[in-house]
T-cell receptor, first 109, second 115 residues
Framework: GQNIDQPTEMTATEGAIVQINCTYQ??????LFWYQQHAGEAPTFLSYNVLDGLEEKGRFSSFLSRSKGYSYLLLKELQMKDSASYLC??????????WGAGTKLIIKP | ETGVTQTPRHLVMGMTNKKSLKCEQH?????MYWYKQSAKKPLELMFVYNFKEQTENNSVPSRFSPECPNSSHLFLHLHTLQPEDSALYLC??????????????FGPGTRLTVL
């Protein structure tokens, strides 16, 4: 079967750095997405990785290792507005997105 | 503003009611999706439409009936629902279905409560 694993909840301090991990087992791989979802709002696109390595976009970076079936989202200089759920999703061989259950990130002052 | 709107934002209905959810995308995309999001569970893909044609139906009960009159509009018709159908229903759109990097853009969802 297809499976995406990510921690249920994480807590971090304002101004710090946090890494949210995602491991996957899917039938085929056509890229990995990270989305941010604030409570009661739409998921919004953060990043897409299809090749191994680190993609940096401002305070957010995303890393992919296809051989390990592993990705992480790195958030730097955390702000209170970063409190949200972070969703990992993999595009499988049929280009269908397989989703993780999301990681709820709590930022404390 | 993501360019995908959904109405209503909140809906409470009894098990014998019939209601419809509406989604509209203003992005010029060709593919549209319905997802169910339950607490602490992964997003569940329900239906996919590409150029108004249904391409996926992930074993969704017949009490959920989708309709896609054109590439910009998507409906989800609901009838004789069960309390376990209470969830957030999200609509999304993407440029096409092919290509792994085709980003999906989501609407804000309809929070459905079935009594």
């Amino acid at each position: 079967g297809q499976n995406i694993d990510q921690p249920t909840e994480m807590t971090a301090t304002e101004g710090a750095i946090v890494q949210i991990n995602c491991t996957y087992q899917t039938s085929g791989f056509n890229g990995l997405f990270w989305y941010q979802q604030h409570a009661g709002e739409a998921p919004t696109f953060l990043s897409y990785n299809v090749l191994d390595g680190l993609e940096e976009k401002g305070r957010f970076s995303s890393f992919l290792s296809r051989s390990k079936g592993y990705s992480y989202l790195l958030l730097k200089e955390l702000q209170m507005k970063d409190s949200a759920s972070y969703l990992c999703a993999v595009s499988d061989s049929n280009y269908q997105l397989i989703w993780g259950a999301g990681t709820k990130l709590i930022i404390k002052p | 503003e993501t360019g995908v709107t959904q109405t209503p934002r909140h809906l409470v209905m009894g098990m014998t009611n019939k209601k419809s959810l509406k989604c509209e995308q203003h992005l010029g995309h060709n593919a549209m999706y319905w997802y169910k999001q339950s607490a602490k569970k992964p997003l569940e893909l329900m239906f996919v439409y590409n150029f108004k044609e249904q391409t996926e139906n992930n074993s969704v009960p017949s009490r959920f009936s989708p309709e896609c009159p054109n590439s910009s509009h998507l409906f989800l018709h609901l009838h004789t629902l069960q309390p376990e159908d209470s969830a957030l229903y999200l609509c999304a759109s993407s440029q096409d279905l092919t290509g792994g990097g085709d980003t999906q853009y989501f609407g804000p969802g309809t929070r459905l409560t079935v009594l």
